[in-house]
């Protein structure tokens, strides 16, 4: 059906930078939004930022300023490029695709990629 392939977690330190991506593959019909969340152990999982078809990005408030989501729609490829990384981002990304609508939404999950900030 449908695979996401995520890259670029890692092991960073206070106030790097980091940049994700997710790459999807197989059946993509109709792409309603991309996004990225995050969950660590104990918590829910939080939005930490999205984008509609139209273009309009949605971000979770602790990471407003610092993180931007892009994607390149010929490459079915979302980005999430983090900057002033803190320790309190240090969480599993996990890569999401809706597809679909507003209405009728068929979403997807990558596997998750760790994302550690040393302080």
């Known amino acids: 059906q449908v695979q996401l392939v995520e890259s670029g977690g890692g092991l960073v330190q206070a106030g790097g930078s980091l940049r994700l991506s997710c790459a999807a593959s197989?059946?993509?019909?109709?792409?309603?939004?991309m996004g990225w969340y995050r969950q660590v152990p104990g918590k829910q999982r939080e939005l930490v930022g999205s984008?509609?078809?139209?273009?309009?990005?949605n971000y979770g408030e602790s990471v407003k300023g610092r993180f931007t989501i892009s994607r390149d729609n010929t490459k079915n490829t979302v980005y999430l490029q983090m900057n002033s990384l803190k320790p309190e981002d240090t969480a599993v990304y996990y890569c999401n695709i809706v597809l679909g609508s507003y209405s009728y939404r068929n979403p997807y999950w990558g596997q998750g990629t760790q994302v550690t900030v040393s302080s």
């Open positions: 197989g059946n993509i019909r109709s792409i309603y939004a």
């Open positions: 984008i509609t078809s139209g273009g309009t990005t």
